[in-house]
């Protein structure tokens, strides 16, 4: 918690350096990569860094840390750092990266509010930061003591490159060496890292689409503009070695037996499509409710794997919005207002952020409690964050 000390400097400044944070971490990530351009190779994304994203996920995470800090003394904003310390393992991140850190932005932080700061301000914010540092590095020591191998990244060969409805493909992998594989768990990342043409090393995460445990296949839907999926579409052949981290991610399916409500839209299909397939492969005999929006049929990527999956299951329904609709399908973008929501139901969400606010709402306004809603952001979690 924070001190005595600090608590009202914190109070009293949250409006002035929440109203600021925004124009502090871009003038903080200059700072950083001018100081360590190796940044940009093999961690940070340059696509979140000339978006705005990953400017925006930051300065909304440490608002949002100190805002608890304010308003629930004593306790931490558990949700907030579970996400972050998932995509931070993914990546590898280190304890001494967080001193590095502290610098930069601390400098960013003194030149933006040159005028107001002075010791006082600046040493109850270096307290926010490392107790929000501090509580990071414990999460993720334990991520990686969780791990089945020391390492933080290892080869994978691309067993086989398969079309997965239009624009989307699928690739499945093996080991490529004896690392000790990590087992998965139904709805997790895995980070995959990609040499540009440029020589520069770029990281993403991709849900695992399939199987859940020592497998490995993810799904992508190809971003014409994008740095990353043109690489793994276009040039990434059969055959080829991918270096790929250990699976993370905290949105998994949660053990019970009460129902489990499936939405997903577009490619946010792949891990809602990864827990159907553990139900199904379980034999569950849990209320399975997938719900599933598209623009056409073809473009869903992972039709046949999820409709094989609901077949497989005696308590499983599908539901389907195509804005091109056929048959058996509704038309439009997807309602919670036409689904006959189960009692006691947990959601899964993922999607195109608007589709995910707005299901979510629905679901709140249908009396699915908040904390049996779990959703996955592709990218910077810049809504976590604000």
């Known amino acids: 918690m924070l001190s005595d000390k600090s608590f009202p ?7 002035l350096v929440g109203a600021r944070i925004g124009d502090i971490t871009p003038k903080f990530y200059s700072r950083l990569f001018a100081a360590h351009p190796e940044l940009l190779d093999g961690l940070f994304s340059r696509s979140n860094q000339r978006s705005g994203n990953q400017q925006q996920a930051l300065a909304g995470s440490i608002a949002a840390f100190a805002s608890h800090l304010v308003s629930n003394p004593g306790t931490l904003p558990e949700t907030v750092l579970s996400r972050i310390a998932h995509r931070h393992a993914s990546l590898g991140i280190t304890e001494p990266q967080y001193q590095v850190v502290y610098e930069h932005l601390f400098a960013a932080i003194a030149e933006d509010l040159a005028e107001v700061i002075t010791p006082e301000i600046a040493e109850a914010w270096t307290e926010v930061y490392w107790l929000m ?3 990071l590095i414990k999460l993720e020591k334990g991520l990686y003591a969780a791990q089945a191998n020391g390492k933080m990244w290892s080869p994978w060969k691309v067993a086989s490159k398969t079309p997965a409805g239009t624009g989307s493909m699928t690739f499945t992998l093996e080991p490529a060496d004896d690392t000790p594989i990590t087992a998965a768990l139904p709805g997790q990342y895995i980070s995959v890292k990609v040499t540009l043409p440029d020589g520069l090393r770029q990281v993403r995460q991709y849900s695992l689409s399939g199987h859940a445990g020592t497998s490995r296949s993810f799904t992508t839907k190809i971003d014409d503009g994008g740095e990353v999926s043109p690489v793994l579409h276009n040039t990434v052949e059969v055959g080829d070695v991918l270096e790929i981290s250990n699976p993370y991610g905290e949105i998994t399916l949660k053990e019970g037996s009460g ?9 946010g299909c792949t891990p809602t499509a990864s827990i159907l397939r553990s139900l199904a492969d379980s034999g569950s005999d849990r209320q399975v409710l997938v719900l599933h929006a598209e623009s056409n049929l073809d473009s869903w990527a992972l039709r046949g794997q999820m409709t ?13 919005w195509l804005e091109e609709p056929q048959a058996g399908s509704k038309a439009g973008f997807m309602s919670l207002r036409e ?10 969400l993922c999607g195109p952020l608007p589709f995910m606010k707005h299901i979510r709402n629905e679901a709140i306004n249908a009396g699915i409690p908040a904390t049996r809603i779990h959703y996955e952001v592709f990218g910077p979690d810049i809504w976590l964050a604000n």
Request: no cysteine; proline share 7%; net charge negative.
């Open 259 to 267: 129902p489990v409500v499936l939405a997903s839209a577009g490619i």
């Open 308 to 320: 094989d999956d609901v077949d497989r299951l005696d308590g499983a329904e599908l539901q389907l």
């Open 339 to 348: 689904v006959d929501l189960p009692a006691d139901t947990s959601l899964y």
């Open 9 to 15: 400097v914190i109070e009293a400044t949250l409006p």
């Open 133 to 135: 540092a501090d509580a």
